[in-house]
């Protein structure tokens, strides 16, 4: 089993950035895929940002070049940094890890942290 806790969300203005953390009860380094996603009031859940088990990182079109995903010094950390945020980016943030043979979104969710986004 493996606690993932996201925190860091909060409100903010249109144009300011904000930093996800997303701790695990273990290390998460390894073959491990992780995500973050996120849900809109009315939306499915989208993938926004993700470390595949080969260590490449891939990003919804939509936040290519204003989020970067990445992993902290610690093993068991990873980062979602936000920056030039958008009203349409205001939703409950998740994080997910997949082990090695789950599928996609199949592993590990946190709890969710609200980022709002005011305009």
């Known amino acids: 089993q493996v606690q993932l806790v996201e925190s860091g969300g909060g409100l903010v203005q249109a144009g300011e950035s904000l930093r996800l953390s997303c701790a695990a009860s273990r290390s998460i380094f390894g073959r491990n895929r992780m995500a973050w996603y996120r849900q809109a009031p009315g939306k499915q859940r989208e993938l926004v940002a993700e470390?595949?088990?080969?260590?490449?990182?891939n990003y919804a079109d939509s936040v290519k070049g204003r989020f970067t995903i990445s992993r902290g010094y610690a093993a068991n950390t990873v980062y979602l940094q936000m920056g030039s945020l958008k009203p349409e980016d205001t939703a409950v943030y998740y994080c997910?890890?997949?082990?090695?043979?789950?599928?996609?979104?199949?592993?590990?969710w946190g709890q969710g942290t609200q980022v709002t986004v005011s305009s």
């Open positions: 470390f595949t088990s080969g260590g490449s990182t």
């Open positions: 997910n890890l997949d082990p090695p043979g789950v599928g996609v979104g199949g592993g590990y």
